[in-house]
Structure formats: C-alpha cells, structure tokens
C-alpha cells in the first residue's frame, strides 16, 4: 500500500446484501478500501468479491452486535489497510411482535445488534480515529419507524430513535477531534428481503407521496454524501430519506 492510500478505509457493518451492499460497492468505487461485515459467513466472502469489481475490499464475517468482535473488526483495519476513516453502522435486526406478548429474547435480540452493535462499533472506531489524529466519519442507519409508529415495531422503533439520540449525543464527545457524526433514516426500500413479498411495491408505491419506495441507490447515495468531504461541517443530524412517507403517513394497511 502507497502513502496515498493511508486515509481510505471504511468499515460497513451488514453490508451482505441490500442497502449496505451498495453502500460498500460506491465507497470502494470512490477509491476507499472496504471492510465489509456480514454475520453470515457466505454471504460476506460473496458480497466482498462483488464489491473487488468496483475497488478493493476485504470480508470480515461476524456479530456486529458482539463487542469483541467489533474490536477485532477496529483493530485490524488499520495496521493492515491504512488509516481508518468512515465507520457505518448498517447491521440491524427488526423483529417483529405485538407489544403485550414481546419475547424478552426477540427484545435483547434487537437491542444487542441494532444499539449496542453501533454504540460500540462508534467507541471503537473513534478511538481509532483519535488515536490517528486526522478526523473522520461514523454513520449509524435508524430508520422512519424512528420518528412515526409503526404496529408491531415498538422494540424496533425504540432502537431506532436510541440511535439518533446517540448521534446528537455523540456530538459532544467526539466533534473536537474532527469526527462528524450523523444518521440516515430510510424508509421503504427495494432489498431481497422486502422483495419476499410480493405486494410489497405496490403498497408502497401507492402510499408514498413520490410514488415509489426507494432503491438501495437512494440510501447509499445519502450515506456517502453525509461521509464525504462535502460534509465535514454536518454532524449530529438525521436525514430521512423515504420519499415523503413521515410527511404524509399513510398507513401499509
């Protein structure tokens, strides 16, 4: 690796498929080396080799919610790759439930991936960060369930409004290091997973007020904007990017 590649490392935690996946295939084309996290391990080794048709990327399989794992995840992209400059929270888990019957088991789920995964890969990385002196970038992904309610979401929602809290919080602790920190906050979007069902873009399509849920274009876009040059000077802001739905609120059912 030359002197020239030293700041471009970024680390995406959940990017196997979907919103994280894109996310990592624009970064590495920008020119950054990736670290790509996924907990299964196939599905990681076979997003990595896609994202190494775009830059250079490496697998790094594992619970993003599992602290020490995180740390590994920290402390190995440094020494082996360059300085790290963007970490990007994008692992979550929604389980669904009715509030009055909530497993406590789906709860702890939830809060172990979605919360503590991205409160601690944010303590990790700008340490990292501190300890290189030259700034950088952590992104978390909450979502509009994190600003209106959604049926059967409560656990859910909760994390995702913990985690914009998290990032105005975070302000106070790490801005005069020169790290920015902000949130994206999608709402209905064309993954694998929402695809599994088959009414899924016409209801949204019809209850967007733009007519159309989002791509996974839509999402990565905004999250390497709110982690690029052009936003060093945004930290502590939630951008939701769903097309008008928390305007509006139409209800899916």
């Not at 994280?20 to 391990?41: F, Q, T, W, Y």
């Not at 602790?173 to 929402?194: D, K, M, S």
Request: hydrophobic content about 45%.
């Amino acid at each position: 690796m030359n002197t020239t590649d030293k700041r471009k490392v970024a680390i995406v935690t959940g990017a196997g498929q979907g919103i994280g996946l894109r996310i990592c295939e624009m970064l590495a084309a920008s020119g950054k080396h990736v670290i790509l996290n996924d907990i299964n391990p196939e599905l990681c080794e076979l997003a990595a080799m896609k994202v190494n048709l775009h830059g250079t990327c490496t697998a790094m399989p594992g619970d993003a919610g599992d602290t020490g794992f995180i740390q590994e995840m920290v402390e190995s992209a440094a020494p082996d790759f360059g300085n790290l400059e963007i970490a990007m929270s994008v692992a979550g888990i929604t389980l669904f439930g009715a509030f009055n019957s909530y497993p406590v088991s789906d709860f702890d789920r939830v809060m172990q991936v979605n919360l503590r995964g991205t409160f601690y890969l944010a303590q990790a990385a700008s340490n990292q960060m501190i300890k290189q002196g030259k700034g950088g970038s952590l992104l978390f992904t909450s979502s509009v369930v994190g600003h209106q309610a959604h049926k059967n979401l409560a656990a859910y929602a909760m994390s995702k409004a913990a985690i914009e809290m998290l990032a105005k919080n975070l302000v106070s602790e790490v801005a005069e290091f020169g790290i920015n920190v902000n949130t994206i906050a999608p709402g209905a979007t064309l993954t694998e997973r929402t695809l599994e069902d088959p009414a899924y873009t016409d209801t949204w399509s019809r209850i967007t007020p733009m007519g159309r849920p989002a791509s996974v274009d839509d999402i990565a876009h905004a999250a390497l904007f709110l982690t690029s040059d052009a936003a060093r000077h945004i930290t502590g802001q939630s951008l939701v990017i769903d097309g008008g739905w928390t305007s509006m609120s139409p209800s899916p059912y």
